[in-house]
């Protein structure tokens, strides 16, 4: 231990602790497990079975400096000392832990990733005659470059006293053993399980916590049958695709007998394509070229973009140093240098205009930056400038089959424009001709429609960019998609919002006037439960009725069973507890009493003890308040007809 420097000490590992140091002469920085035998023969014999570990090399396997034996004269026992790699990006657990506690799901692309660098490092280990025998999260570092490697190997001889197993594995630990190592009879399949496990994980981080995934492996190992359940629900909920759960399944099938093989793997589509997008040289594809392991990455991020600058004809190094930004989002250092970062990213997309993957992974890292701004109240600086305007519109107008990159830029721009300034240099640079144009091709995608609608609703709050969604017939598409989305809460949200803008800017026939107000009741209808799309839809109606007395009357009267009126009061009942929704409730009552002949259609159906009951519970809210006594007073001018003043008069007379 002379040679090291403790850094700092983890309480991790189930064998003993693990040291984070320094070594004296090449002043890089390990990991030191150290496992404690208070018998010399075992610490000799773990010596001997550990050493094969230092043979191990592999992209996908943590590599292992020196395994040494020290004494201890503290606690008089002997420890075998196994040096490995360290990573000071983390583990695997630290990502999966950072996406649960955002409830933010896991991209697909990137479980198979991992699952192309799990197999293939499975099948160089199992080549070797070596088992892991307790893969799981904390056991899988994640290095600089974002690829994955397995670490921690159990070494047999300390696993073969049982009473000692049970005591120093913890059962939190034992979650992602496989049943026949619980049993002590591990094989060359345990890791499949653990695999299994860990996939589970990450496909559920967004769904339940730590504890109730524990619970969920407790269910699978007694009953495997309700796996069909759960991987049903993450393919429906989660959108993951069908050969990703079949994976999963096989993969956690309890008998080792009949579970599959690392090199049955091979044979899956699934497994093949994500071998060759990890760049395994199982696919038969190339591996990264030598040099992009010089991309500095522990420098800093000016270093870093110095260094992507020097090197930007090298697609691959731009690959590696996008995808270790994208990682680190999240950190401070990285958004805090976003006018540093802005002008690299747009020179490296506009540098690299053939590669697809390179510009997706800049528009989204874009997109990041813009949604932090946005969270952060910052609508000015490069990021929302012509610079990134005038940058990504080309590539959006270029690269229209490729839905993907469509879905980023839309959602980019839908976030640009909540800035008044951007809005107006997205108008400029025919940024609507050009999502119309997206809109029209994918009006099937919802995943495009949402973000587009999205966009053209801030975009059209600036005059001179409404009259240019007039002329493109923006409100014809956005009531196509709404029409043909009616049932996807997310699209309807989101057309119902551009349909007011849009609407406020149009000048529209009784035909149209009625398709809309009809089509609008349905979608009321149907999302009653969802507070954003009451709230859109109200706005939409509100103005509808406020340019005809025809939308006010299809309102009020039934169609296909539909009652508009019960439906907004029903609204009520169901938001009564939330002031903005029963404001914009409370909009829409005053501008139906605006025409006389609707009244005694309000009154019959007892708006005026909607109103009161209104009236009583937000007797606070003034805003509230204002609208509904405006609403009242309308409709107490029906209670005076000329009738009753005849009866009136003459009672005095007489």
Not at 138 to 162: G, H, K, Q
Not at 511 to 519: K, P
Request: glycine share 4%; with cysteine.
């Amino acid at each position: 231990m002379e040679n090291y420097e403790i850094l700092e000490t983890e309480p991790k590992g189930c064998y003993g602790v693990v040291h984070i140091v320094k070594h004296r002469k090449d002043r890089k920085t390990y990991a030191i497990k150290m496992i404690e035998c208070m018998d010399e023969a075992i610490a000799n014999q773990g010596l001997k079975e550990s050493l094969i570990l230092i043979g191990l090399d592999h992209p996908n396997i943590c590599s292992y400096k020196e395994i040494f034996v020290a004494w201890d004269e503290e606690v008089s026992a002997m420890n075998v000392c196994m040096v490995m790699e360290y990573s000071s990006v983390g583990d695997l657990a630290s990502y999966i832990q950072d996406k649960r506690q955002r409830k933010e799901k896991i991209r697909e692309m990137v479980i198979k990733n991992f699952v192309g660098q799990m197999v293939d490092g499975l099948v160089f280990l199992q080549s070797k005659q070596v088992s892991h025998r307790n893969l799981k999260p904390t056991n899988i570092l994640l290095l600089p470059d974002l690829s994955f490697a397995i670490c921690d190997f159990v070494v047999p001889v300390f696993v073969s006293d049982e009473v000692k197993f049970k005591i120093r594995m913890k059962e939190y630990s034992k979650l992602w053993m496989s049943p026949e190592v619980l049993e002590r009879l591990p094989n060359l399949k345990s890791d499949i399980w653990s695999t299994g496990c860990i996939l589970l994980e990450m496909m559920t981080c967004s769904m339940v916590d730590e504890n109730a995934f524990e619970q969920l492996i407790r269910i699978i190992r007694k009953d495997w049958k309700y796996m069909n359940f759960i991987l049903e629900k993450l393919h429906v909920e989660k959108k993951y695709t069908v050969n990703l759960c079949n994976l999963v399944q096989l993969m956690l099938e309890p008998d080792p007998a009949v579970r599959t093989s690392v090199t049955a793997l091979l044979d899956l589509q699934y497994v093949k394509e994500s071998l060759v997008i990890c760049g395994s040289w199982l696919s038969g594809k190339k591996k990264s070229p030598v040099g992009t392991e010089q991309v500095p990455f522990r420098e800093g991020i000016d270093k870093l973009l110095e260094f992507m600058l020097v090197e930007i004809d090298v697609e691959e190094i731009q690959k590696i140093a996008l995808k270790y930004i994208a990682y680190l989002l999240y950190e401070s250092e990285v958004l805090e240098s976003s006018e540093r970062m802005v002008p690299v990213l747009i020179s490296i997309m506009k540098h690299h205009k053939d590669c697809l993957e390179l510009q997706a992974r800049v528009c989204r890292i874009l997109l990041k930056f813009a949604m932090k701004a946005t969270e952060d109240s910052i609508e000015e600086g490069v990021l929302f400038s012509d610079t990134v305007i005038n940058a990504i519109l080309p590539i959006m107008e270029s690269r229209q089959k490729f839905v993907e990159l469509q879905q980023i830029i839309c959602n980019l721009l839908m976030v640009l424009a909540g800035s008044e300034a951007a809005g107006k240099l997205i108008g400029m640079a025919n940024g609507i001709q050009t999502i119309m144009r997206t809109l029209r091709i994918y009006i099937d995608n919802s995943h495009v429609c949402i973000p587009c609608c999205g966009a053209l609703w801030s975009l059209v709050v600036i005059k001179e960019n409404a009259q240019i969604a007039k002329s493109e017939g923006s409100l014809r598409f956005v009531l196509q998609v709404l029409e043909k989305h009616i049932q996807n809460g997310d699209v309807v949200e989101s057309a119902s919002a551009a349909l007011w803008a849009l609407s406020l800017h149009e000048s529209l026939n009784d035909e149209q006037l009625e398709d809309i107000t009809l089509l609008l009741i349905e979608a009321f209808e149907l999302h009653l439960r969802k507070e954003t799309i009451v709230k859109n839809i109200c706005f939409a109606l509100a103005s509808l009725i406020r340019m005809s007395e025809l939308v006010a009357f299809r309102i009020l009267v039934p169609e296909n069973n539909r009652d508009g009126l019960a439906l907004i009061i029903q609204s009520y009942h169901k938001h009564f507890t939330d002031p903005e929704v029963v404001q914009d409730i409370c909009m829409v009552f005053l501008e139906l009493v605006q025409y006389e002949d609707v009244l005694p259609e309000l009154l019959s159906q007892k708006l005026d003890v909607t109103l009161n009951s209104i009236k009583i519970k937000f007797a606070s809210n003034e805003d509230i308040l204002i609208l509904v006594d405006s609403t009242l007073s309308k409709l107490q001018t029906i209670g005076s007809s000329p009738q009753d003043e005849d009866v009136d008069s003459n009672v005095v007379s007489i």
